[in-house]
Each structure stands twice: as C-alpha cells, then as structure tokens.
C-alpha cells in the first residue's frame, strides 16, 4: 500500500483554520485518499475523502493538488475540541501512519 | 444503528491466558477488520475479512485468530497472552474493501497482561 507522510504535529489558535498537509506522492490512480482523526484514545473518526476534485463535508474540506501527489485538510473554524490525531490514508485499505498531532490553542 | 460495538472495554490477563475480544457490527457491513495501537503509534492492522467464512492477515496477526460465521460478528482470540500483547484493540467495519466508503471503529479494547 502506498505510504503518506505527515508532519508530526501542528499547532492552531482557536478560530482559525487549521491546514494539514499530507504528501501522497505514490498514490495509484484509482485510490482515493481518506481522513481520520483520533480524539484521546476513542475509535478513529472518519472527516472525508476524495479522488482529485476539492470536497467538502460539514467537518472539513480537502484540497487535493492536481498531481494527486499531495493534499490539505481544512479545519476553516478549528475549536479546542479538534485536538487530536489526523491520519491521511491513501485507499480504502485503512494502512494508518503516526499522524499529525493537532493542538488547538485557546 | 449501534455501529460498531466491541466488548469488553477493559481486561487484565495473566501470561497464558486465553480471550476473545468480541465485535458486532449493525450495518451489514462486509469488511471488517482488527487494530492494535500501542502507546503513541498508530494503529497496525492484525487481521481483516472481506465477507463471512473469508479472513486474512494483517501486518501484525502472530498470536491472533480470527473467524467470521456470521455477517455482524468478527472476534478476536488471543490464544496464550503474553505482555507484548498489551495494547488497545479496535474493530472496524465499513461497506466493502473496495468500494470508497467511510470505516466505523469500536470504542476500543484496552487489554493489559501481567
């Protein structure tokens, strides 16, 4: 399965937008790539996913480059309660990585 | 819907015990599949099925096994536990392995053997 990298953790103020990037760069054609977050140990949570156009969900949206070699979460309003762990997965086969920690900061 | 539940929520074993973690699943999902996640690491896939009497390994399966008779029900048996095996276990379900749909997780299982 293809790997992402992530940086491991981010910080974002309260209110603002919180963007996290993933690199995808061996992302087959077919594959979609799909977002997950982990709040303190619960069951990871789905955000979204897509192929190559832009999405956007009641949570997030997701910016996917038109190279599919990259992507961006957007959290436009991130609130303390979205701190958690982010996973950027390549595909439905749910191979995870470390994530990105995401600190909301008041 | 319950989504997915697994049962118990927390265990402590002896070395050499055995035990089965249980999921069930209410949403007729085909694939379902098991987790580990050790303190700070993401999670590492044991086993998975992609339709009842059909399971396959995962990254990590030594020292699990798994069946799948029914659609809704996919346990995990830990067959002499050992403190390696200290983790929390999560179950996941979602529609098919191959059709680009979201996955449920269970709350998780934290097992800790001593």
Redesign the interface.
């Known amino acids: 399965d293809a790997k992402t990298t992530q940086p491991p953790s981010m910080d974002c103020a309260e209110g603002r937008a919180a963007n996290l990037p993933c690199n995808h760069s061996t992302i087959s054609g077919n594959e ?1 790539v ?1 977002w ?1 977050r982990q709040i303190h ?6 955000i979204i ?1 897509g ?1 190559k156009n832009n999405e956007t969900n009641e949570m997030a949206s997701l910016i996917i480059t038109e190279d599919r070699k990259s992507s961006t979460l957007i959290l436009p309003h991130a609130t303390l309660r979205d701190t958690a762990v982010y ?1 950027c997965i390549n595909g ?8 990105t920690i995401l600190r909301v900061k008041s | 819907n319950a989504g ?1 539940t697994q049962t118990p929520k927390f265990q402590v074993l002896k070395t050499g015990q055995s035990m089965t973690l249980q999921c069930a699943q209410d949403m007729n999902h085909e694939y379902m ?1 098991w ?1 580990r ?1 050790d303190p700070g ?5 044991i086993h998975y099925s992609v339709g009842a009497g059909i399971t396959d390994q995962g ?1 990590v399966p030594n020292g699990y096994n798994v069946s799948r008779s029914t659609t809704e029900d996919f346990p995990l048996r830990l067959l002499s536990a050992a403190p390696s095996q200290t983790s ?1 276990y ?1 179950c ?1 379900s ?1 529609y098919s ?12 299982t934290r097992l800790t053997v001593v």
């Open positions: 979609y799909y997950y140990s619960q069951g990871p949570q789905y996913h192929l996973y439905n086969k749910l191979v995870f990585g470390a994530g | 997915v599949s987790y996640q690491m993401g999670l590492r896939l990254e929390v999560f996941a979602s392995r191959t059709v680009n749909t979201e996955a449920f997780f269970g709350q998780g």
